[in-house]
């Protein structure tokens, strides 16, 4: 049964960092396109980054660039999120999603690209 479980939420100051994981099990990572989504009370679900089956591709929405990194480690069947320099705004549920994509493209933006999806880590920023 494919699955995905994501972790690493959690509390953090402004300013801070975490990294959140999603494992994958019940299917071979490498051909899978993935992406992080985040979901804040009462706002829509943000795509907020993805990242190629190949790695040779990845998108960052406007709101993270230059303090969100994206990467994967295909042997561990895992797709990391760093988040630095937290900011209160960031605060939200985040899920991981995948899409059997071969190639150095993915959907950042798109939740319905996605055919899997992970129950969500809480990250919460505040003081």
């Known amino acids: 049964q494919l699955q995905l479980v994501e972790s690493g939420g959690g509390l953090v100051q402004p300013g801070g960092s975490l990294r959140l994981s999603c494992a994958a099990s019940?299917?071979?990572?490498?051909?899978?396109?993935i992406g992080w989504f985040r979901q804040a009370p009462g706002k829509e679900r943000e795509g907020v980054s993805c990242?190629?089956?190949?790695?040779?591709?990845?998108n960052y929405a406007d709101s993270v660039k230059g303090r969100f990194t994206i990467s994967r480690d295909n042997a561990k069947k895992t797709v990391y999120l760093q988040m630095n320099s937290l900011k209160p705004e960031d605060t939200a549920v985040y899920y991981c999603?995948?899409?059997?994509?071969?190639?150095?493209?993915?959907?950042?933006?798109?939740?319905?690209?996605?055919?899997?999806w992970g129950q969500g880590t809480q990250v919460t920023v505040s003081s």
């Open positions: 999603a995948a899409r059997k994509k071969y190639g150095s493209s993915c959907v950042r933006s798109v939740s319905g690209w996605y055919d899997y």
């Open positions: 019940g299917f071979t990572l490498d051909v899978y396109a």
């Open positions: 990242i190629s089956s190949s790695a040779g591709s990845t």
